[in-house]
């Protein structure tokens, strides 16, 4: 059974930086897009990041790019979302999601697995 478990979430302040972590288990993890979502309070789930099977190639939101990067170590079974100059609406819980469906989407619902979530909080 496939499992997502994040984290490094927690609180920063404006301009701050944190690492997220999502340690996947029961899948070929080397052959799933991973990806990152975040879900502020009264608001849908929002795509931030992905990062392809093998050779890494990314794509981000236009609110995080230049400022959050994601990666990957396959051996590790391991993705990560380094996020740097942290602003107050970065605030969400951040979750961890696989797909090996074609074509690659933004789309929640074409992920297949999930991760519990990780709380971030920017204060100003």
């Known amino acids: 059974q496939a499992q997502l478990v994040e984290s490094g979430g927690g609180s920063v302040q404006a301009g701050g930086s944190l690492r997220l972590s999502c340690a996947a288990s029961?899948?070929?993890?080397?052959?799933?897009?991973m990806a990152w979502f975040r879900q502020a309070p009264g608001k849908e789930r929002e795509f931030v990041a992905r990062?392809?099977?093998?050779?890494?190639?990314?794509y981000y939101a236009d609110s995080v790019k230049g400022r959050f990067t994601i990666s990957r170590d396959n051996a590790k079974t391991t993705a990560y979302l380094q996020m740097n100059s942290l602003k107050p609406e970065d605030t969400a819980v951040y979750y961890c999601?696989?797909?090996?469906?074609?074509?690659?989407?933004?789309?929640?619902?074409?992920?297949?697995?999930w991760g519990q979530g990780t709380q971030v909080t920017v204060s100003s």
């Open positions: 999601a696989a797909t090996n469906q074609v074509p690659v989407t933004t789309t929640p619902r074409n992920y297949d697995y």
């Open positions: 029961g899948l070929t993890f080397s052959s799933y897009v």
């Open positions: 990062i392809s099977w093998s050779r890494g190639f990314t």
